[in-house]
């Protein structure tokens, strides 16, 4: 049997066998940034990393339209949290590239 656990709107999502309450809403936020990237003519990319010592563990960036990377370091690590890409798209992606 499957639990249930509300998005934060009126939506109701099924949990995966495993999978906990706080796990789905993060899979949810990772999944509106995505969309909301994606209006705004950009792709946002996490990390690959498994190992959570790994320097871009949970990391994310951008990759704009014009191929214009946002959200790396000096030398090209991913280095944004999931809230930071937020924060830049609620500001847009566009604005914060220039």
Not at 24 to 45: D, E, S, Y
Not at 65 to 74: A, C, F, K, W
Request: aromatic letters at 8%; charged letters at 25%.
């Amino acid at each position: 049997m499957s639990a249930r656990v509300y998005d934060g709107g009126m939506n109701v999502q099924e949990l995966l066998p495993g999978q906990t309450a706080e796990q789905r809403l993060l899979h949810n936020r990772v999944m509106n940034a995505r969309r909301a990237a994606f209006r705004q003519g950009a792709t946002l990319r996490k990390s690959r990393t498994r190992d959570p010592r790994g320097r871009d563990y949970g990391k994310f960036w951008f990759i704009l339209g014009s191929g214009e990377v946002i959200g790396t370091d000096e030398l090209g690590w991913p280095c944004l949290t999931l809230e930071d890409a937020e924060a830049l798209i609620d500001q847009g992606l566009n604005a914060a590239a220039a």
